[in-house]
């Protein structure tokens, strides 16, 4: 059983290729992430019964409770299992037996950034994605012959792009980004016939990088039955969470989802904006993550903004559940000049920083030397606050960039006395 249902999914896709390692033999799509999955999910059916304990927190900043968590699962089959998710404002106790469901819920919002950690951890990948993977039937794109390691693929719709990433030594997930959402698998290890990421990290927000460490996996070789003892829940008492399209959330408002723009000190005056919006069973928007502006300065305005919408509490099979969807949404402001922003160089904005991660670009992305260069954003506090496709890279590039960007810290910037927000535009090679 899932958390998350959909109702309907944005995912109009194309592929877009892009040069990448090759694997033992042509495969498809769909068979390499099929045989990914098979090998590192646990909750299969016929997988091995388990017990497993996880720990979530932000790396940067251990002891803030913003993102901590921890995750426990005895689990049977996928018919028979008990989790317990404990967080700072929301804490849950599932038992799945058979048709029975038993949830015991502490807090009134299953917070998006915790359902997608422990959906990473647990099933890797969300329902609806494995559904629309099967359909992917073109070959894994090949760059030809050498030392490789890594297979991507890149989807993108209107507004959504997923970009998933194999590495070849056993075929297992390196990473896989949507908009609303992203893992990096880390440190395998072989449980029974299963190879499980031990480490499982994203960014939830720019700058801000959280880990998800699995502390114990091992055998459920006797279970106690009674844990599994699940006094039936009824449904309007459960926490559901719902994907919807980005009309039928808008339908949704209680009032006007108009923007009130801010001028902009400099940049595209004209262009759109991305933000994944999740709000709870009452219509209140609990989360509203930004991904990704045509001018950086209105991610900031914007989720501000979101943040303030009222929605009609959403109903599915006739009880209330959360909602969620990603919105692309249009923008047009003015030009202030006393708004302007810094700009550094790439030789400027390195001075800076005191934690550089060098990109890891997949094998055969492009000819040893080539250079790439993207635009971002830094806050007061020195803290990486965006990143901006100024030059038009690829998109598996692009997120390789993020990635690494993501783990950045910065001196703060200081003009006439104060810390300042500055923009840089920094070059990556290939190497």
């Not at 299963?194 to 070789?221: F, H, Y």
């Given at each position: 059983?899932?958390?998350?249902?959909?109702?309907?999914?944005?995912?109009?896709?194309?592929?877009?290729?892009?040069?990448?390692?090759?694997?033992?033999?042509?495969?498809?799509?769909?068979?390499?992430?099929?045989?990914?999955?098979?090998?590192?999910?646990?909750?299969?059916?016929g997988g091995q019964p388990f017990h497993l304990k996880a720990s979530i927190s932000e790396t940067s900043d251990p002891d803030t409770d913003d993102y901590k968590a921890t995750i426990e699962e005895y689990w049977v089959s996928p018919t028979k299992w008990r989790r317990i998710i404990t967080s700072h404002d929301f804490s849950q106790t599932l038992i799945i037996n058979g048709d029975s469901v038993?949830?015991?819920?502490?807090?009134?919002?299953?917070?998006?950034?915790?359902?997608?950690?422990?959906?990473?951890?647990?099933?890797?990948?969300?329902?609806?994605?494995?559904?629309?993977?099967?359909?992917?039937?073109?070959?894994?794109?090949?760059?030809?012959?050498?030392?490789?390691?890594?297979?991507?693929?890149?989807?993108?719709?209107?507004?959504?792009?997923?970009?998933?990433?194999?590495?070849?030594?056993?075929?297992?997930?390196?990473?896989?980004?949507?908009?609303?959402?992203?893992?990096?698998?880390?440190?395998?290890?072989?449980?029974?016939?299963?190879?499980?990421?031990?480490?499982?990290?994203?960014?939830?927000?720019?700058?801000?990088?959280?880990?998800?460490?699995?502390?114990?996996?091992?055998?459920?070789?006797?279970?106690?039955?009674?844990?599994?003892?699940?006094?039936?829940?009824?449904?309007?008492?459960?926490?559901?969470?719902?994907?919807?399209?980005?009309?039928?959330?808008?339908?949704?408002?209680?009032?006007?989802?108009?923007?009130?723009?801010?001028?902009?000190?400099?940049?595209?005056?004209?262009?759109?904006?991305?933000?994944?919006?999740?709000?709870?069973?009452?219509?209140?928007?609990?989360?509203?993550?930004?991904?990704?502006?045509?001018?950086?300065?209105?991610?900031?305005?914007?989720?501000?903004?979101?943040?303030?919408?009222?929605?009609?509490?959403?109903?599915?099979?006739?009880?209330?559940?959360?909602?969620?969807?990603?919105?692309?949404?249009?923008?047009?402001?003015?030009?202030?000049?006393?708004?302007?922003?810094?700009?550094?160089?790439?030789?400027?904005?390195?001075?800076?920083?005191?934690?550089?991660?060098?990109?890891?670009?997949?094998?055969?992305?492009?000819?040893?030397?080539?250079?790439?260069?993207?635009?971002?954003?830094?806050?007061?506090?020195?803290?990486?606050?965006?990143?901006?496709?100024?030059?038009?890279?690829?998109?598996?590039?692009?997120?390789?960039?993020?990635?690494?960007?993501?783990?950045?810290?910065?001196?703060?910037?200081?003009?006439?006395?104060?810390?300042?927000?500055?923009?840089?535009?920094?070059?990556?090679?290939?190497?």
């Amino acid at each position: 059983m899932k958390r998350a249902r959909v109702m309907s999914i944005m995912f109009g896709c194309v592929l877009a290729a892009f040069a990448v390692a090759v694997a033992a033999k042509d495969t498809s799509i769909a068979n390499a992430t099929e045989r990914a999955l098979q090998q590192s999910a646990l909750t299969l059916p016929g997988g091995q019964p388990f017990h497993l304990k996880a720990s979530i927190s932000e790396t940067s900043d251990p002891d803030t409770d913003d993102y901590k968590a921890t995750i426990e699962e005895y689990w049977v089959s996928p018919t028979k299992w008990r989790r317990i998710i404990t967080s700072h404002d929301f804490s849950q106790t599932l038992i799945i037996n058979g048709d029975s469901v038993s949830e015991v819920d502490m807090g009134d919002y299953y917070p998006h950034w915790l359902s997608n950690f422990v959906t990473a951890v647990i099933e890797i990948l969300p329902e609806p994605m494995v559904d629309a993977l099967k359909k992917a039937t073109a070959p894994m794109p090949s760059a030809g012959s050498g030392n490789v390691s890594t297979s991507c693929v890149s989807f993108s719709a209107r507004v959504d792009r997923w970009v998933i990433c194999i590495e070849n030594d056993h075929g297992l997930f390196e990473s896989i980004f949507t908009k609303g959402s992203g893992a990096n698998y880390k440190e395998y290890k072989k449980f029974g016939n299963k190879w499980v990421a031990r480490s499982v990290v994203d960014n939830p927000e720019p700058g801000t990088t959280v880990e998800a460490r699995i502390t114990e996996l091992t055998d459920l070789t006797q279970p106690d039955e009674q844990m599994f003892q699940a006094q039936p829940t009824p449904r309007d008492q459960r926490i559901e969470s719902v994907r919807v399209d980005e009309d039928t959330l808008l339908k949704l408002s209680l009032g006007s989802t108009q923007i009130t723009w801010p001028p902009v000190g400099e940049g595209l005056l004209k262009g759109g904006c991305g933000v994944y919006v999740s709000a709870d069973r009452s219509g209140q928007v609990r989360e509203a993550i930004p991904e990704g502006c045509d001018n950086a300065a209105l991610e900031e305005p914007l989720h501000d903004a979101v943040m303030t919408w009222r929605l009609k509490p959403a109903v599915a099979d006739g009880v209330h559940v959360q909602v969620e969807a990603l919105l692309g949404i249009p923008f047009q402001t003015t030009l202030d000049p006393a708004k302007s922003v810094p700009n550094l160089t790439d030789s400027e904005a390195r001075e800076l920083a005191t934690n550089i991660i060098s990109p890891i670009f997949p094998p055969g992305t492009a000819p040893l030397g080539t250079k790439f260069t993207v635009g971002i954003s830094v806050d007061e506090n020195g803290k990486y606050a965006g990143i901006q496709n100024s030059h038009n890279v690829p998109s598996v590039v692009f997120f390789a960039i993020d990635k690494a960007l993501a783990q950045w810290h910065f001196k703060p910037y200081i003009k006439d006395g104060k810390p300042q927000y500055f923009h840089a535009e920094l070059i990556f090679s290939v190497e």
